[in-house]
């Protein structure tokens, strides 16, 4: 679009993407091969990289994506693998422009194959302390719990020693809820949440993204999330969009994962319109852009504007609500705005 140089020099904050989500096709086959991994053979998607980015583009919900997810992921062994995949993600994040970035993980799949919550923890920070000090992106960590696996497996994880230390030496900033959304309501991981709470994290959990706009209740009344991702279907109730608004909820909005998980069939579908107009705050994020497109956090911003052409005022005032609803140090947020 025209405002492409814009967009891109906009200090943007990202709040929604899956560290997990940055493994492309061709890095996925290279650890495959480095760690001894064997991927499907029944599957033709996994002849080659090529083969498996094109079965990429036809995904047909957000479970048919996860299935691909699970797999993908099952080639990280080492904290050198993820580190490799977060300093990927950081050196498109730098690209976009983007200044500061919080991002999920899910520890649940690396501990259920083995491999140690601290081994995947030194990955992502030393990648962290690199995209710090070249790129002076700053970055918050975001555990996440998998909501198709007992609330009961979630709560052991959360309670493991070295989850504990990550949250308490502050390496990790806030919990999330991902995974298959429906149908496992929010209220079944109140337990993990009232345990954040008491532990002084940041609370947020994927909601409306193909659920009901119900979860986006229950995670607000349940779960007392200060963020909700997705949020998308936030729309079908108008009570709960004046609560979201007056309450400075902020959605993570992911509109390219949207349109290619089929929650919506264009991003023109997606509520920006009325969030802008209901004072409802949100951010543009990439949710898990290597299975999306290779669409990176400035492919959605240029999507959005292909879609709703807004003003400049308009995205700067999107940024900011982004620097304001993000989980860094209020000096850190001084330095963005
Ligand atoms: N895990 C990775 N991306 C996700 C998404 N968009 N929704 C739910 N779980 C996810
Ligand atoms: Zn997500």
Redesign the pocket.
Known sequence: SDLHAFLQALPKCEHHM?L??ALTPSVLFQLAAKNKIQLPSDDPAFTSPSTLAERYNQFTS?DD??HY?YIGMSVLMDASDFEALAWDYFTHASADGVVHAEV?F?PQAHLSRDVSYDVVLAGFMAARSRANSEFGISSELICCFLRHLPAADGLATFKLDAVHASFSSGQVVGIGL????SPFPPELFKDIYDAAKASGLKRTA?AG?EGPAAYIKGALDDLDVSRID?GIRLAEDPALVKRVAEQQILLSV?PI?NVL?RCVSSVAELPIRMFLDQGVRFSINS??PAYFGNNYLLANYCAVQDAFGLSKDEWSGICEAGINGSWCSEQRKEEML
């Open positions: 899956h997990e989500g957000l994506f996860l997810y999920f899910d991902d995974s298959s959304e994927h993204e997705h992911c994962s998980l949710d898990d």
